[in-house]
């Protein structure tokens, strides 16, 4: 049992609150190698992302990755930084403080909204612990990725069962574990891909391409790879695209052992070859755009289809802060929180409390 985190005294006299805590990957604190190498450290030493055995792995992250990725990555990272920081740190930041508001309009209170990241900076510990502290006793988690896999939403799920082993005063939990058919989500991605062709036209094909993850995963159970495919035939269907109008691949590919396929890098090198002369190309497993949209797929996805003979390279950005993400992230968060969301104002709320077990404040 870890050691118990500090908590305040008891007290009558507070209004329990809802919680929603949005987790995201997390992303480094500044495009330099310096910041990278911790990050890369946190994240790559998660064996719900690395299987390799511990010993053996130490000696190739600390040995080789840790001095070799951290520069290269940095580089990569300078290329998509804004003057506010990570693409993925501002958009979930502008993605919590949006769904905070809409939740607020739909008449929610007493509803804490706030968001964590798996690796780097606020850690879900900090974020939970700044919760309980706002009053938050039921807590509904919804890690941003809509396809689960044991290395993304698995791993943030861990993070936060971590912390309620530390919790003396423990809130109420439910968790979200995935949306990768949920209807408003799949509208979401439709609305995108919509206003993309309204505004640039249509081209010869779609390429959907998700974060990849290794192959030996799914023959042990992992359901990514067929949540991806799902999400990909109803975004097709929602769009009338018959099977040979759109592509499902997986891009990110890390190390030499065999990942998810088809490869994304293949998959617009062989359509060029093909003759295909014009793509529109999107990442719908990414909620928010990142380095591995930004950087991946906008700018080397679109060298790989040109340099082999294709003529249009066009990417639609993620969902990032469009409305419609917004309200099926509040629809997501709505039907989790069932018998949750409570109507008496504040003081009530106080009086039933304090009455509950006979105290008078
Ligand atoms: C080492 C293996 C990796 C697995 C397995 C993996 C799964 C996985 N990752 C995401 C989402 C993101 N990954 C991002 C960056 C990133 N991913 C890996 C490795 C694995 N990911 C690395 C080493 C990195 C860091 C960048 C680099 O050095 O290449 C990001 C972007 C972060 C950002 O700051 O913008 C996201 C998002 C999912 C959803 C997933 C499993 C399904
Ligand atoms: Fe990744
Ligand atoms: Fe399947």
């Known amino acids: 049992m870890p050691a118990l985190l500090k908590e305040p005294a008891f007290r009558h006299d507070y209004t329990p609150k809802t919680g929603i805590l949005l987790i995201n990957l997390g992303t480094p604190a500044a495009p330099t190698a310096k910041a990278l190498r911790p990050y890369l450290k946190q994240f790559l030493s998660d064996s719900r992302v690395i299987e390799i055995p511990k010993a053996i792995w130490w000696f ?36 919590t ?6 939740l ?16 780097g900076q606020p850690s879900v510990e900090q974020t939970m612990i700044k919760m309980r502290e706002a009053g938050v006793e039921r807590l509904l988690v919804i890690p941003l990725y809509p396809q689960y896999a044991g290395s993304s939403s698995a791993t943030a799920l861990d993070d936060v069962f971590r912390t309620l082993q530390k919790m003396r005063n423990m809130p109420e939990v439910r968790t979200v574990r995935h949306f990768h058919d949920h209807p408003a989500y799949i509208q979401a991605l439709a609305d995108s891909v919509r206003e993309h062709w309204r505004l640039n036209g249509r081209a010869e094909k779609l390429v959907m391409s998700f974060h990849g ?51 994304t ?5 062989q359509l060029a070859r093909d003759g295909v002369s014009r793509i529109d190309v999107m990442c719908p497993g990414f909620v928010g755009d990142c380095l591995e949209t ?42 989790n929180l069932g018998g949750w969301i409570t109507t008496p104002d504040d003081a009530e709320m106080r009086q039933l409390r304090a009455r509950s077990c006979g105290a008078k404040s």
């Open 60 to 95: 190739i992250l600390n040995g080789i990755i840790l001095n070799v990725r951290p520069a290269k990555s940095a580089a990569k990272y300078a290329t998509i930084w804004t003057p506010d920081g990570s693409p993925l740190l501002v958009h979930t930041q502008k993605q």
């Open 97 to 102: 403080t949006l769904l905070k508001g809409l």
């Open 104 to 119: 607020g309009e739909q008449g929610m209170r007493n509803l804490v909204v706030d968001y964590a990241m798996r690796y």
């Open 213 to 263: 993850v290794p192959r030996f995963t799914l023959d042990k159970g992992d359901p990514y790879h067929c949540e991806c495919l799902k999400t990909g035939r109803l975004l097709a269907e929602e769009l009338g695209l018959g099977k040979t109008e759109y592509v499902v691949s997986f891009q990110s590919r890390f190390g030499k052992a065999e990942w998810i396929k088809p490869y």
């Open 265 to 269: 890098t293949e998959v617009l090198t």
């Open 294 to 335: 930004l950087e991946e797929i906008a700018m080397e996805g679109k060298e790989d289809f040109l340099t082999h003979g294709g003529k249009e390279y066009r990417y639609i950005a993620c969902l990032n802060e469009r409305p419609a993400w917004i309200t099926a992230l509040a629809e997501i968060a709505a039907a």
